[in-house]
Structure formats: structure tokens, C-alpha cells
């Protein structure tokens, strides 16, 4: 069965870090580009970051640029997303997916379940 699973999320006070994984099974994930996706209550899901299989360039969100990295670990079939200085409006339900494409910037068709972080003191 094809699965992304992500973990990690909690509660952090502000400044604080976490590491968000989406481990994948059914399939070896770093044959494709992974993004991170986020969606806070009341707004549009919004893309975060992508690691691309191709070259392992990666993208970020102007938001998140300097705060977070995105990383594979192929031997764990994972990918991870440290989120460093974290701010309130970092607050979001944070989704990992694929488009089953090498590169990023494609439509993103399977996605985990979610995992909450929020952000507060």
C-alpha cells in the first residue's frame, strides 16, 4: 500500500524547534520530490518546501526561508523538515506529498494525513 506518513508535530513555545518527518511505504520515496505543505484554520494550504529527487535542489517558502530545511534520508525511506525560530503563525496542520515526478513545482497528488504543530506560549 502507498503511504506517507508524517510525525513530529506538537506543542512548542515560540522560538522553539521541531522535526517533522513523512516517512513513506509502498514505495522508495527518494525516487520523487517531496513537498511540505501547511494549512492554518481559516486559510489556504500553502507550499512550504520541496526536496526534488533529480538533483536534491530544494525551495522554500519566503516565509519559512532561514528558519527551515527540508532533508531526505533515503536509507529510512523519510524525509524531514527542521523547523527552527518557530513563530505563532507558524501554527498549521503540516501535510508531506508527492506528485511522482523528479522535480518540484508539479501537482502534488498523494498526501499524508497531517501532522499539528502549533506554536504558542
Known amino acids: 500500500q502507498v503511504q506517507l506518513v508524517e510525525s513530529g508535530g506538537g506543542l512548542v513555545q515560540p522560538g522553539g524547534s521541531l522535526r517533522l518527518s513523512c516517512a513513506a511505504s509502498?514505495?522508495?520515496?527518494?525516487?520523487?520530490?517531496i513537498g511540505w505543505f501547511r494549512q492554518a484554520p481559516g486559510k489556504e494550504r500553502e507550499g512550504v518546501s520541496c526536496?526534488?529527487?533529480?538533483?536534491?535542489?530544494?525551495y522554500y517558502a519566503d516565509s519559512v526561508k532561514g528558519r527551515f530545511t527540508i532533508s531526505r534520508d533515503n536509507a529510512k525511506n523519510t524525509v524531514y523538515l527542521q523547523m527552527n525560530s518557530l513563530k505563532p503563525d507558524d501554527t498549521a496542520v503540516y501535510y508531506c506529498?508527492?506528485?511522482?515526478?523528479?522535480?518540484?513545482?508539479?501537482?502534488?497528488?498523494?498526501w499524508g494525513q497531517g501532522t499539528q504543530v502549533t506554536v504558542s506560549s
Open positions: 526536496i526534488s529527487s533529480s538533483d536534491g535542489s530544494t
Open positions: 509502498g514505495f522508495t520515496l527518494d525516487y520523487y520530490a
Open positions: 506529498a508527492t506528485g511522482w515526478v523528479r522535480a518540484c513545482g508539479n501537482k502534488y497528488t498523494t
